[in-house]
């Protein structure tokens, strides 16, 4: 893991505030009570945040439990030492499966053929294959339906170490919108469901349904265990979940969750380009003035998007620089004309807060019509990501 100490040596770097990341969890903890099980979703290596980082953090401050994609995230996170409960939510190619079990984490079902491959599986190990059935109440993407609830409950039934240790659904439309009448139908099934797994006599299951917009909006979500991911990060879902929660909590303007994630890099070049001259592949800036030009060490390839070309800005001195020229694949170029004495290495930010400044993931994504978790799960995860207090 990067230390503090060598970001002299580093030319873009993403900081994680411990303080800002602990305050998010604490306001989470409190939502939530402490019978329910809080599990931080750390794919996308964590939202772009870095999931080792994250992961240690999250275990730090009282996350109970960690929620991955892949077989391979979840791997990663056992051989780092993290012995939590891991739910794998993506697919588990069949052959993958033994290895799965053997790692003891917590598998997503949703088909026929899984239960059949682990079948055989369990009948060799001592190892209880622990499985969270996955619901589809409307969303139709993955899960299975309701009318397929008896097959694998009984399927349950008659194979030993096969565990039924979860029940989960997910929302189709929490984030985007703030009328929320179909989630609440979709709690409703879920519920029909639930009631029918109970009437069947399984012992307790965990159940859970609840991501970000749903912990932040409706405590009847919560159940035995919550899936919190993009909220942890200080980041709201969207704006809809940001009004919706306001307007019920009369609490407009306060700063609820803190931004963790700051992007950080140094300026690798300073220049002086005369008037009328233009900057950049395809000529597509010209300056008006003479004008001070600032080069920066990331690109494209880093995750800074293309379509940010003549578009953004970043933070120099806690004041705006804006972006000229095409974004290149490793390079941008930033104006400082306006910002005296700017240095070679000077940090510059990317992205968050500088001085009085903030360039926000927010503002970044409706610069070129996307949404704030596509902006920090693309930041190349070959750049370090440093956790400062
Ligand atoms: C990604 C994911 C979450 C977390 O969603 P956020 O909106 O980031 O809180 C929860 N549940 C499932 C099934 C997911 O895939």
């Known amino acids: 893991m990067p230390k503090r100490e060598n970001i002299s040596q580093l030319n873009s770097w993403v900081e994680i505030s411990e303080s800002n990341?602990?305050?998010?969890?604490?306001?989470?903890?409190?939502?939530?009570?402490?019978?329910?099980?809080l599990a931080a979703v750390v794919k996308a290596n964590a939202y772009g945040h870095g999931w080792r980082e994250i992961a240690k953090l999250a275990a730090r401050h009282g996350v109970d439990s960690f929620c991955v994609h892949s077989l391979e995230e979840a791997?990663?996170?056992?051989?780092?030492?993290?012995?939590?409960?891991?739910?794998?939510?993506?697919h588990v190619p069949l052959n993958r499966l033994k290895i799965a079990i053997a790692n003891r984490l917590r598998l997503v079902l949703y088909n026929r053929e899984t239960l059949a491959e682990v079948e055989n599986i369990v009948k060799e190990s001592e190892i209880p294959a622990l499985f969270h059935l996955k619901i589809d109440t409307g969303t139709n993407r993955q899960g299975i339906d309701a009318g397929d609830l008896y097959y694998f409950l009984e399927?349950?039934?008659?194979?030993?170490g096969l565990v039924l240790d979860g029940i989960y659904t997910h929302f189709a439309n929490i984030e985007d919108t703030t009328n929320h009448d179909f989630a609440r139908q979709q709690i409703q099934k879920f519920k029909e469901v639930i009631a029918q797994v109970n009437a069947a006599g399984f012992p307790a299951p965990k159940i859970h349904t609840a991501c970000s917009a749903a912990i932040l909006l409706f405590p009847e979500t919560y159940f035995d265990m919550v899936r919190l991911g993009i909220?942890?990060?200080?980041l709201w879902p969207s704006r809809e979940t940001l009004v919706s929660y306001q307007a019920r909590h009369s609490?407009?303007?306060k700063a609820i969750l803190r931004p963790t994630l700051t992007w950080k890099c140094r300026i690798s070049q300073l220049r002086t380009v005369p008037a009328h001259q233009t900057v950049g592949y395809g000529r597509t800036y010209q300056t008006t003035r003479e004008s001070r030009i600032a080069i920066?060490?990331?690109?494209?390839?880093?995750?800074?998007?293309?379509?940010l070309s003549n578009q953004s800005y970043v933070l120099v001195r806690g004041r705006r620089a804006p972006v000229r020229g095409r974004i290149c694949m490793n390079l941008m170029m930033v104006d400082v004309t306006d910002i005296p004495d700017v240095r070679l290495e000077e940090e510059a930010v990317l992205l968050g807060k500088q001085g009085a400044e903030e360039i926000s993931a927010e503002q970044l994504a409706a610069m070129i019509g996307t949404i704030n978790y596509e902006i920090v799960t693309r930041i190349n995860p070959e750049i370090p990501r440093i956790i400062v207090p």
């Open 21 to 37: 990341y602990a305050h998010n969890i604490n306001f989470f903890r409190k939502l939530v009570g402490t019978k329910v099980e």
């Open 75 to 90: 791997l990663r996170l056992r051989e780092q030492g993290f012995t939590q409960d891991i739910l794998v939510m993506g």
């Open 155 to 160: 399927r349950f039934r008659q194979t030993t």
């Open 231 to 234: 909220s942890q990060y200080g």
């Open 251 to 253: 609490v407009a303007g």
């Open 296 to 307: 920066l060490p990331v690109g494209y390839s880093d995750g800074y998007d293309r379509r």
